[in-house]
């Protein structure tokens, strides 16, 4: 089993790497090779039970995308994207990572005759506009931002390629990750980590929104363990549509922070400074929330059962020591 | 106003020449000037009230589409593609044309800064799938051909350059088109306009399905009269999805051989030779007819009276002479 992780380097991709070298085998085989590529080297695994190698990968070059995926390869998990709010700002770049690189790691992989299990991380973000909610499996998807339109359209390259064979896709929308480890960043979501993450590590965080905001989370342990599912779920199971929404719950601020004070005491909550903004405020509440995915529940991918849990397992893989 | 309709040498897009050169404005506006382009030159529009030109355009080279997108250009109908059985045979060129060349055509009018109109045809191939019925304006995209694929996407980035402010789009997925003139070929919708137009142009026709079977129909003559309103709705009526069913009827068989019977008498009908075709069976029976177009419908788009009237536009607009 020769596993590629595209997107090697970003959290999700860390985080699957790690569970891959410590699980050791995927879809019944054991794992044999694990590389993990993205735009710059992708930290090493470490403590890894199976061969790791890592490289750089460039999605939007079609050349470079050949390097990388070499002819044996088993499963591709395509996780690489620009976020958000720099596809928003970088219109060409958006279109060149997100569009362009996925139809050249489709091509690529076509181009084997192999047809590899290609896993892809989609978005709660292809949903929106003038779509009612809730959302469920067959909602039309209206995404706002051109990530969002981005990932809609990989989707639909992914169902079509594995509906002729080229590739046996599944493709996941991700719900936010909280608690994410690692820096606030400028995506308006940022918030929906930093108000627990910077806490839990002794900091400050402001909180731009009031605490009755509802959104739709998952933690990153979960995320992987989930994708790990996706890669082993029979191509049968998956039905005429490649790509479905990967569980979360909705959770609102005040929860997420109930959750923290029960896990870890009073004084983290104490940290957060509450600043509405309304520019946040104005971007966050255009975001969907109400999600059913009862076709990926059925299919045995699953939620975190409680937010307690999101706050421990972020105590226990991420928390940086002293 | 200065129109260029991009596949005007096809069925819809002769006819919607042949309709703003005898209307002679649009948007509120006099034509004064009117480019059809296609991979080969287009027919001439006969007894044209407005400067018409014609010229070749290839969509999949970006240069080509420079040549013919003009700087000056204020409505840009965008009708060109692969059909979906080529599209399915030759996958690499229905992708060339029917995406790339979308995407082409949508950089150069980006690149313009000017906002063009433009008016993009899709088309109920995009439905399909695990999708339930009936089809309502928020029912999810889950195409099962390459061609409806394309389509769909043709109608993210639409949306998405409509969001940003790079083009006025406005989309339409159109309905089978019959009484289609010209030749039967080998889509296998072909016998939904031939059963009609070989009998009452004298000669037999086959067909492959039960008089029983339902589909979905619009007139070539009602669907550029809807292509003329969509350019012309406000875009501030078009909200956040640029894209749309445009207004079809749903008909049998039976439905559509009496509507012939009515108005051409007793003769056509029995020039019809039924021959059960389990293929062709099997690939229309997938097909979705059960569409409610609301928003269309809303904004002042409109499907056929009765059918009599496709049969009578018939033979008004496109019967051979003879």
């Not at 009612?132 to 051109?146: A, V």
């Not at 390259?157 to 480890?181: A, C, E, N, Q």
């Not at 790990?228 to 790509?243: M, S």
């Amino acid at each position: 089993m020769n596993i590629l992780i595209i997107g090697g380097g970003g959290v999700v991709g860390q985080k699957l790497g790690r569970l891959l070298a410590t699980r050791g085998h995927l879809r019944g085989r054991e794992i044999t090779r694990l590389t993990l590529v993205d735009i710059v080297d992708p930290a090493p695994i470490p403590d890894a039970a199976v061969p790791v190698e890592t490289a750089t990968c460039n999605i939007a070059d079609p050349a470079s995308v050949a390097g990388c995926i070499g002819a044996d390869v088993d499963v591709i998990y395509l996780l690489a994207a620009i976020v958000s709010a720099q596809a928003e700002e970088d219109f060409d770049q958006g279109y060149a990572i997100n569009l362009m690189g996925t139809l050249n790691v489709l091509e690529r992989a076509r181009a084997l005759k192999t047809s590899p299990v290609v896993v892809f991380t989609s978005s709660i973000a292809v949903y929106g506009g003038e779509v009612p909610d809730p959302i469920l499996d067959h909602s039309f998807l209206n995404p706002q931002t051109s990530y969002g339109t981005q990932k809609a359209i990989g989707e639909m390259l992914l169902t079509d390629y594995s509906r002729k064979g080229y590739v046996d896709g599944r493709g996941f929308r991700l719900p936010t990750i909280s608690v994410r480890p690692g820096k606030a960043n400028r995506a308006a979501s940022s918030f929906m980590s930093s108000i627990l993450r910077e806490p839990l590590n002794g900091q400050e965080a402001v909180c731009p929104v009031d605490e009755d905001f509802l959104h739709y989370y998952l933690s990153p342990r979960k995320c992987v363990e989930n994708l790990v599912k996706g890669a082993e779920l029979d191509a049968e199971a998956l039905g005429q549509n490649r790509c479905m929404m990967m569980p979360g719950r909705i959770w609102s601020i005040r929860q997420l922070i109930d959750a923290m004070t029960a896990v870890a005491g009073p004084q983290p909550a104490g940290l957060i400074r509450w600043d509405s903004q309304p520019e946040i405020k104005r971007i966050v509440s255009g975001w969907r929330y109400d999600l059913r995915p009862e076709k990926s529940l059925k299919l045995g991918l699953s939620a975190d059962d409680s937010f307690e849990d999101n706050v421990r397992y972020y105590l226990e893989d991420d928390r940086p020591a002293g």
